[in-house]
């Protein structure tokens, strides 16, 4: 049986496992930023898009849109567990190639796409590189880091470089839209990720840690195949009606396959992801926080960009402003968020975080849909953007610190895994309840209306989104105006939705998150019921 853990101060400046024995050079840090930024931009930059995706790929349904961005979502949030195997067995370097050859694949078909299937394939596959980056990169930071304080700046940079993604997609998506092609930017991500797969095979630093690791087959079907499930029925809800025969069989498949999957993580011996871990309470409390303030953060940047290039028509590059804000900061603010980290118990950070992105969300609910104007945005979404600086970096440290030493690639994949899913949740959930709130306004509105049939009629067949859309010459493009207040009306209640949210998390997280005394002894109290 494992020793105890020693006091925090002297446990962090010890490596402690065969994940610890590569030190963080400063080529493998350049390859780990590189790597981590880059597939935050290969995720990114649909949600950009969606205005562009509107029309020219012709969509049928909002729906449509949303699994642009779910294909690539998806892979992530199911995969990042096996990836993660994957490092610990066979080293991270390998993967750090693999993941960056899968994004350079994926862009390329996305790129080349002349329809919305061809969309979905380029970013499953683009995602699958992603779920491969994400992990990795964070369990090299978490292994190859020697004292507590450097893991705390290396996991601050990585979250602030993860944001930075975010910040460049808009930027590439606005640009390239506006005065090029689309399809530039996923060329540049493509040139890119050859780019990043060459400097990786070069000069980073390989390690891993196999002690105790195997693949866990029946474990990985159980929770992609779930995830799959749910993501289906949250987005096709809205269209298929959520009672129907599918979408209740798909929430009930999901249900039966999450708790299958935690029944063969108890029973076999080298479980993806070990379930005891739950006992420590920082740990099952962070991991909860993740999905939620993600999703909220995620679903706040869908929302926006459907206002403004769905909604109100606004370009590609005017749309990168809110992201700016929404992602752009984050970096700048990598010396306070550090500072802070250091200096304060989690729960300050991270709930403070989760309250300055849920006092911009429920801002954002209030913004008239008449104003265009980018000044309005400075103040709720650049109260988000700070929140998500604040939260994402102590969030991610909360769930590394919190587990013991030689399981740092375990919870390098769980945190991407619970992170990401919460991200996949925000599009499928915000779209689920907007388009929803928003088609049952606009029948209202049309029945209420003293439009003639011939426009009424077409108009509910279309849908709020494409009768929004058509051009004045179209008769029944005269209800656009009912279309775009119902539009508001539901995407003002996803802000809601976000706000509530965030709030929520900030509450739970400065009620219930120990500090870390408490939490050194949850670790050691895990690490004791480890195998020797």
């Known amino acids: 049986m494992s020793s105890p853990l020693p006091a925090p101060g002297a446990a962090a400046e010890r490596p402690s496992s065969a994940a610890r024995a590569t030190t963080l050079d400063t080529a493998t840090i350049v390859a780990v930023g590189f790597a981590v930024c880059l597939a935050q ?58 993941g960056a050859a899968l994004l350079f694949v994926g862009e390329l078909v996305s790129g080349t796409a002349s329809g919305v299937a061809q969309m979905y394939v380029g970013q499953f596959v683009a995602g699958l590189g992603s779920a491969t980056l994400f992990p990795t990169t964070l369990a090299i930071i978490a292994s190859g880091s020697r004292t507590h304080a450097q893991r705390a700046r290396m996991i601050a940079l990585w979250a602030a470089l993860l944001s930075t993604g975010n910040f460049v997609a808009p930027l590439l998506g606005g640009l390239t839209a506006t005065y090029t092609s689309w399809r530039w930017a ?56 959520w009672g129907s025969g599918t979408i209740v069989g798909s929430f009930a498949v999901a249900a039966v396959l999450l708790v299958a999957f935690v029944v063969i993580e108890l029973k076999v011996s080298n479980p993806l992801l070990r379930m005891d871990l739950f006992r420590n309470r920082a740990f099952a409390l962070a991991s909860a926080v993740t999905v939620v303030g993600m999703f909220s953060f995620l679903g706040t940047a869908y929302a926006i960009s459907i206002r403004m290039e769905v909604i109100q028509h606004q370009s590609a590059m005017r749309t990168a402003f809110a992201f700016i804000l929404l992602s752009g900061l984050t970096i700048f603010l990598l010396p306070l968020t550090s500072f802070l980290m250091a200096r304060l118990q989690p729960r300050w950070v991270l709930g403070g975080g989760f309250l300055l992105m849920g006092v911009g969300q429920l801002l954002a609910a209030n913004l008239p849909i008449s104003d265009a104007s980018l000044p309005s945005l400075i103040v709720p979404m650049g109260l988000v953007g700070v929140g998500f600086s604040f939260a994402v970096s102590s969030v991610t440290a909360t769930v590394v610190n919190t587990v013991p030493p030689k399981l740092s690639g375990m919870a390098a994949a769980a945190t991407s895994m619970v992170r990401d899913f919460g991200f996949a949740m925000g599009p499928a959930l915000i779209g689920a309840v907007a388009l929803s709130k928003a088609g049952t306004s606009f029948h209202h509105a049309l029945a209420g209306s003293t439009l003639p049939a011939g426009v009424t009629g077409p108009a509910a067949g279309a849908g709020p989104v494409a009768t929004n859309s058509v051009p004045p010459d179209v008769p029944f493009s005269k209800a656009a105006p009912l279309a775009v207040d119902a539009l508001h009306h539901g995407y003002s209640i996803g802000f809601a939705v976000c706000g509530i949210a965030a709030l929520a998390c900030a509450a739970v997280t400065v009620a219930l998150l120990g500090g870390r005394h408490e939490q050194q002894e949850e670790i050691a109290m895990v690490e004791s019921a480890l195998p020797a």
């Open 186 to 241: 996923f060329f540049v991500i493509m040139v890119l990720a050859a780019a990043d797969a060459a400097f990786s095979w070069f000069f980073a630093a390989d390690s891993r840690s196999p002690e105790g690791r195997s693949l866990d087959v029946g474990g990985q079907c159980a929770i992609g195949l779930a995830l799959f499930a749910l993501l289906y029925a949250v987005i096709e809800g809205p269209t298929a009606g």
């Open 41 to 98: 931009i290969g995720l990114a930059v649909p949600a950009t898009l969606n205005g562009t995706f509107q029309t020219v790929l012709h969509p049928t349904g909002a729906s449509q849109l949303d699994w642009i961005s779910d294909c690539t979502l998806l892979p992530i949030a199911a995969l990042e567990l096996t990836f993660g195997v994957l490092g610990d067995l066979f080293g991270r370097k390998k993967l750090l190639v693999a």
